[in-house]
């Protein structure tokens, strides 16, 4: 009897810890995509997953249907391009009352977090949003407070991790402050988060210090070790640590060293640059995902870290202007299929990744080049045509698909671009240089992809200007 009691003790404290473990894994839910996953398809898909938190990029009505009554929670956000109209109270309380009281109720949405703009700091926006995202923070934690929520939902503003650095003479963690030009407007920031017991949210990406510099050590961007920067008798191995440090010393400068951090995105892209693939990018989650299985945090901060990944499937449909790895984010592909085996857990459960279901594909039929067009005269026009309005990322140097012939690269951009317009017959035309084929024509990494029948939108002419097209032609012809 006895025995039987421990091993249902252990039992339970073994089911504890495991999901207490995934608790601390949130994803990154973008939807930039020409074809989406019907939201209910993607919640379920999480369900299977057990994911339990997601980061929403706004608070779209069929997304937060879809997480009705799921117990999911939640980080519903307002973009940049709104910030300024929340520097008005009354816009922030509609906001608030619009996008998180309506939800507020048993079987509604588990709003957590708001985040009030992404990354409004970012040194390529050039201030834009400096004078707008204290005031619209402000504003939407006081119109939570005031609609009697502010205790369990706290506004934070998700931060580039160029919002802080350490001195070019002394570049280690310890040294860390915010960046001088905004250290004021920092720190009445975090003043202003404490206060509500909100915490800070940073997204750090040691892809990007790769992407950015050539003579950055590869393996400081993972965790397995090979590079270490000594700092106060501390050694960091990976940039992650270093980085996450930084702020944490950034903080501490500031008199808040024990303040909440969320690492709001963190992951690694599989396509679209020689340092962005499968192998990499596997060999980072792995990394991070044991060591936020381990719970043993940063050298500053020895704890859990909460984190959401990023992100959650492709979007064929974000800008590139960061570069072509900006929409090969997903540890999922743009149906719902995993990348590669992926365990939450970090504690080698051997429970990896599962497909979502119940996902609806377009019909097997691809669109190519044709092998007997004759007058190849307009063909370079009308891949770049194909490209400007599907993704032709893969192409690149580096990418999965960069090993095409030029008959192989025409191929793939007619292709994408047949696929985006969920093919449309009329799109697989390009000037009589395209034919429609059952024959799949993948090869090696390069995936010649059928897409999923979804709701869409079109990011090039419609169906109906097609056709005006198609019919003026055939007049002067
Ligand atoms: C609620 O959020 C949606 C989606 O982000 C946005 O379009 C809308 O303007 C918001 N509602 C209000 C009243 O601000
Ligand atoms: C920032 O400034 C640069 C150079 O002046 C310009 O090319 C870029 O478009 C600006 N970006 C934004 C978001 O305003
Ligand atoms: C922000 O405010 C300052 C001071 O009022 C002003 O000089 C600056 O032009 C403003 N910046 C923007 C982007 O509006
Ligand atoms: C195919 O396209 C890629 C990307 O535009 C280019 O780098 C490559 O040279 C092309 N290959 C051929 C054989 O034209
Ligand atoms: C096409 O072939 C590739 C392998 O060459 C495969 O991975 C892919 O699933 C196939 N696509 C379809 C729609 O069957």
Not at 7 to 16: D, Y
Not at 89 to 94: E, L, P, T, V
Request: hydrophobic share 40%.
């Amino acid at each position: 009897m006895v025995n039987i009691w421990i091993v249902l003790r252990l039992l339970l404290v073994v089911v504890g810890l495991m999901s207490s473990v995934v608790e601390s894994i949130g994803v990154n839910w973008g939807t930039m995509a020409t074809h989406q996953l019907p939201p209910n398809v993607v919640v379920q898909m999480l369900k299977d997953n057990g994911i339990n938190k997601v980061k929403l990029f706004d608070a779209a009505q069929n997304t937060m249907n879809a997480l009705a009554g799921s117990g999911i929670e939640v980080m519903v956000a307002i973009p940049n391009d709104q910030l300024l109209s929340m520097t008005n109270y009354k816009r922030a309380k509609q906001w608030v009352s619009r996008n998180v009281t309506r939800f507020n109720f048993n079987g509604g949405v588990n709003i957590k977090y708001v985040a009030v703009g992404n990354e409004p700091f970012l040194a390529s926006y050039n201030n834009s949003f400096l004078n707008t995202t204290l005031p619209a923070l402000q504003n939407i934690q006081n119109a939570l407070n005031e609609a009697g929520l502010g205790d369990n939902i706290k506004a934070t503003v998700p931060l580039n991790a160029d919002v802080y650095n350490s001195p070019e003479g002394n570049p280690v963690p310890s040294a860390g402050r915010f960046r001088a030009d905004i250290n004021d407007l920092m720190t009445e920031m975090v003043q202003f988060l404490n206060r509500n017991n909100a915490p800070f949210t940073v997204n750090i990406y040691p892809f990007l210090s790769l992407y950015g510099n050539d003579a950055f050590p590869i393996n400081y961007a993972f965790f397995d070790g090979g590079s270490t920067i000594p700092d106060n008798g501390v050694t960091y191995t990976n940039v992650f640590d270093a980085n996450f440090d930084t702020l944490v010393s950034a903080l501490k400068a500031v008199g808040l060293g024990n303040m909440p951090i969320l690492v709001g995105e963190v992951g690694w892209p599989t396509d679209g640059d020689k340092n962005a693939n499968v192998g990499y990018a596997q060999r980072f989650y792995t990394g991070l995902l044991q060591r936020l299985g381990a719970k043993q945090g940063t050298p500053l901060r020895p704890e859990n870290i909460e984190v959401y990944l990023f992100g959650l499937i492709d979007e064929d449909a974000k800008s590139i202007a960061p570069g072509n790895f900006e929409r090969h984010w997903g540890i999922f592909k743009y149906d719902g299929q995993p990348k590669f085996p992926m365990d939450l857990s970090g504690q080698n459960q051997n429970r990896y990744l599962v497909s979502a279901k119940k996902v609806d594909y377009l019909p097997q039929e691809w669109c190519v080049f044709n092998p007997n067009a004759k007058d190849l005269s307009r063909l370079g026009e009308n891949i770049n045509y194909a490209c400007t309005f599907s993704d032709c990322t893969s192409l690149g140097y580096g990418s999965s698909c960069n090993n095409l012939d030029a008959q192989g690269n025409a191929s793939y951009a007619f292709n994408m671009y047949y696929q985006a317009q969920s093919q449309a017959y009329e799109s697989c035309h390009f000037e009589g240089l395209a034919m429609r084929t059952k024959q799949n024509i993948s090869q090696g990494s390069c995936n010649f992809i059928i897409q999923i029948a979804s709701s869409s939108y079109s990011l090039g002419p419609s169906l109906v200007t097609l056709l005006i097209v198609a019919v003026l032609a055939f007049f002067l012809v």
